[in-house]
């Protein structure tokens, strides 16, 4: 365990749902291989915010997913969401076409429902920041069948309800299921966990990324919603004492 001199510590910001929180590290702890479900040494890094003022609206609470930026300036930021929030039917809807786009040959299982820790037959929508229309973020992770095939297919896009302004920030990405589960190492499944207003006032999307096969590869990650890059990511499957 090591304490960092709160003078001299260094800053970090901290992005979550809530948005992007500036923070100050005041403590690492470096837990010995295994102790935490890996192989190697895992850092963990303790962080103070700052309280009160516009940047304690955007600081995590409890038990929810966190990125932190350790290589930048520390910002703050919003959650990212000012389109209105659709009723949970159009919802719901948004989600099932936007699978369907990904996968136009094949027949849904069934309907998604609305839950980002349900590992299939679900989805997530998030709005997002629009200068005019409506767009929002739509994650999802849902089976199909055809031809006696049966398939998970998960991917992440940016849309208006319409589907006209349409654009992937994870491509759709196919798993094969026997028995109903993975058994192969493929790719992984996506849940959409929330939206941040970037540094630069562009939109990232705060993503769990879960390697079924392989636990320990899970990662939460922000993804760039215009690029499609990995701004930052971090082990999803730690456990540690």
Not at 42 to 59: C, D, I, K, R
């Amino acid at each position: 365990m090591l304490a960092v001199d709160a003078r001299r510590g260094r800053t970090a910001t901290v992005l979550s749902a809530n948005g992007a929180a500036p923070a100050r590290l005041t403590l690492a702890r470096f837990h010995a291989p295994e102790t935490c479900g890996s192989p190697e040494i895992v850092t963990e890094l303790v962080f103070a915010f700052p309280p009160g003022g516009a940047t304690g609206h955007s600081t995590p609470t409890s038990h929810v997913t966190v990125v932190a930026l350790l290589s930048t300036a520390a910002f703050a930021g919003g959650a990212g969401t000012s389109s209105p929030a659709m009723s949970r039917t159009n919802a719901l809807d948004l989600v099932s076409r936007v699978a369907e786009r990904a996968e136009s040959r094949a027949t849904l299982i069934r309907p998604a429902a609305l839950d980002p820790d349900r590992s299939a037959d679900a989805g997530e929508v998030v709005p997002l920041r629009a200068p005019s229309a409506p767009r929002y973020a739509v994650g999802f992770r849902t089976r199909f069948v055809a031809g006696g095939d049966t398939a998970l297919i998960t991917g992440v896009a940016v849309t208006d309800p319409q589907l006209r302004a349409f654009h992937w920030v994870i491509k759709p990405l196919r798993s094969r299921l026997t028995g109903g589960m993975i058994h192969a190492p493929g790719p992984s499944r996506y849940s959409l966990r929330g939206a941040i207003t970037g540094e630069g006032g562009g939109t990232l999307l705060l993503l769990d990324e879960i390697a079924d096969v392989s636990p320990r590869e899970s990662r939460a990650t922000v993804v760039d919603a215009a690029t499609r890059q990995v701004v930052t990511a971090q082990p999803l499957a730690l456990r540690c004492p």
